[in-house]
């Protein structure tokens, strides 16, 4: 199984903003996709926790087998299963390329770091899913500066068009509003 590769803004318009995913907005369409989107019912707790994966899996570009894989890694770790899953994912390589501004959307993030367009701590590195660590310097070769960013996160310092990760990562300084526990309890349901 592949990353997604299919229609972003029908995805937008199920899940809700989905920033990283693409620079369209969902303009003339305000409802669900589908012939029955009109029809709207309670959604059940399990639909609810689906949901918040199927938010993070979109978010980050990633596939359900690398999200289980993360969830277990998270599990293992000492601090709350929740915080660290998020950590795991905020400081892949093609995700903090993307939150300095180096690329417009994650997948033209994940396309520089695969084209070997990325190096950190000088090495060239090409593979997005690479877990950058705290005082990691991520350089980016471009013919044309960086387009700031519209936020910059504390854990991210940026300057000379040099990224360096300064400290941990918060949940309060994530730009994605999701809730962790029901992805921990999505995955504790179905056994990861």
Known sequence: ?????????????????????????????????????????????????????????????????????????ARRSKSSTGLA???????????????????????????????GHVKVNGKK?????????VNHVIEVKSSSPPKPPEYLPPYLQLSNGTLTVTQPVQKEWLAFVVNELLVVEYYTRVGA
């Open 1 to 73: 199984m592949s990353r997604y590769l299919g229609p972003r803004v029908r995805v937008i318009r199920r899940l809700g903003a989905l920033p990283a995913l693409t620079n369209k907005s969902p303009k003339k369409r305000t409802i669900a996709p589908g012939e029955h989107a009109h029809k709207t019912r309670k959604l059940s707790e399990f639909a609810v926790q689906l949901q918040e994966k199927q938010k993070l899996q979109y978010y980050y570009g990633i596939t359900n087998s690398q999200l289980a894989r993360y969830f277990r890694q």
């Open 85 to 115: 899953l998020l950590t795991m994912l905020e400081t892949r390589l093609d995700h903090l390329v993307y939150r300095a501004g180096f690329a417009p959307t994650l997948p033209a993030a994940r396309q520089l770091v695969n084209h």
């Open 125 to 133: 590195v090409t593979i997005a899913s690479w877990a950058c660590e």
